[in-house]
């Protein structure tokens, strides 16, 4: 029991934190809504979770025998998110514009966008790492620790999406959305800086 309670709180606590994942959906709640964003907030849900089982069932192995195969995924997994920065910070400063300019990002593109996610490797093999133990079968642990994450997920990943949906009423204002479109875009580069630099 202690074992599901640790492993419980680990999953909370690194999947309610602020990070890429999070703060793209807060972006996309305020942007496009709740309807508009669900691909976007699925892909999320069911995108990490693959990626900690497949951590679990051998890419940590691959990562510890090539870890420059990491590096590289890990780099351009920042060079893309401080792209991503730089197109919040610059973003219209107006809600209506930036409905009819851009669209949500689809459940493809945000399963994808889990391995370019430094957050999400460190998140994924940190769980694995902590909670499996070598005398039981890996593929069990492998799939319980996915499946919590992917319960803990929902009402996580939803609290930044109707976060950013009870926020737009205020963000009508084009200062407000401007300074908080600076704000978001800094404390995404300062979350991708802190995955590069915070080891």
Do not use: D
Request: charged letters at 10%.
């Amino acid at each position: 029991m202690e074992y599901y309670l640790s492993l419980l709180l680990f999953c909370v606590s690194s999947s309610i934190t602020p990070g890429p994942n999070n703060l793209m959906m807060l972006m996309s709640g305020i942007n496009f809504g709740v309807k508009r964003s669900l691909p976007h907030y699925f892909g999320i849900l069911f995108g990490f979770s693959a990626m900690v089982f497949l951590v679990g069932m051998g890419l940590a192995g691959v990562f510890a025998k090539f870890p420059v195969l990491h590096q590289v995924i890990k780099y351009i997994g920042a060079i893309y998110m401080l792209y991503l920065a730089y197109q919040i910070i610059r973003s219209s400063s107006s809600l209506k514009e930036v409905k009819s300019a851009r669209r949500p990002l689809s459940f493809f593109k945000a399963v994808l966008f889990q391995w370019v996610n430094p957050k999400a490797w460190v998140m994924g093999i940190g769980a694995v790492s902590a909670f499996t133990v070598i005398n039981l079968p890996m593929v069990s642990q492998v799939i319980i620790i996915s499946l919590i994450y992917f319960l803990v997920g929902v009402p996580c990943i939803a609290f930044w999406l109707i976060g950013g949906v009870a926020v737009r009423r205020y963000l009508n204002n084009t200062r407000h959305l401007q300074i908080f479109n600076v704000t978001m875009g800094i404390l995404l580069i300062a979350s991708i800086l802190l995955m590069l630099f915070g080891e």
